[in-house]
């Protein structure tokens, strides 16, 4: 659960955590990653998105101030600075533009969350 907070950028897809995760996750499967990705949603730390167009379901991480008492909770989890330098990142390459287009028409994410 930890590697889908910690990849770059305010979003995270399963492919995102299997190309530039840790080697050892590179054979996560799409179940297991929607399994994780449904925890952290439960646990408050972020929410799934699903993107009709690119056909691909999104993790929208929480904003690092929004983050903080979630993760004291779960500390296994990531620490914070790690998370706040991660979440300040520029996202992966394969967050594609038309991904990126939608997620600011559908205000999910602010203009300035990808650089």
Do not use: W
Not at 98 to 109: A, E, H, P, S
């Amino acid at each position: 659960m930890s590697a889908i907070l910690l990849t770059r950028g305010p979003v995270a897809t399963h492919y995102a955590v299997v190309r530039y995760g840790p080697g050892y996750l590179r054979s996560v499967s799409k179940a297991y990653y929607d399994i994780a990705a449904q925890r952290l949603q439960e646990a408050k730390l972020g929410y799934i998105v699903n993107l009709s167009s690119p056909r691909t379901d999104v993790f929208v991480k929480k904003l690092p101030y929004e983050i903080q008492d979630g993760l004291r909770e779960n500390p296994d989890l990531a620490k914070i600075e790690e998370y706040v330098l991660r979440f300040n990142s520029p996202a992966q390459a394969c967050i594609t533009l038309n991904m990126r287009r939608k997620l600011l028409q559908l205000g999910i994410v602010g203009e300035g969350q990808f650089k």
